[in-house]
């Protein structure tokens, strides 16, 4: 079976993908994207982090999760940063978000194993 082009992906998930980290950064205490990506551990540039927070560029869903991790459980959080439990909670809440955008493709394999269930067997 041949692959198929993906359709591309649209302004509004780039822009919300972009927002979901830019917010997230801030609340881990980075108000620039240069400390952020400055700090020992970051797994992007700096002009990386700065495209996908504008919406020049989609990270790949690994690479949303490793930002998001980063952020959340492994870069220091300085004066400024929510408290561990609140950007904890942003931080579900983020991937959650994310999970449910069509750049992602979650929501359609969601919806293609329901239609593969089996069905139940009654009991006689």
Known sequence: ???????????????????LLRDLRRAAG????????????????????????RGGLTPSLPQFLELVEFYVLVAPHPDGAKPEEDLRSQGVASVARALALEAYHVVPAQKLMARMQPKARRRA
């Open 1 to 19: 079976m041949a692959r198929t082009k993906r359709p591309p992906i649209s302004d509004e998930d780039r822009g919300v993908v972009g927002g």
């Open 30 to 53: 980075y108000r620039s994207v240069e400390a952020a990506a400055a700090t020992p551990g970051s797994p992007a540039s700096r002009q990386t982090i700065y495209a996908y927070e």
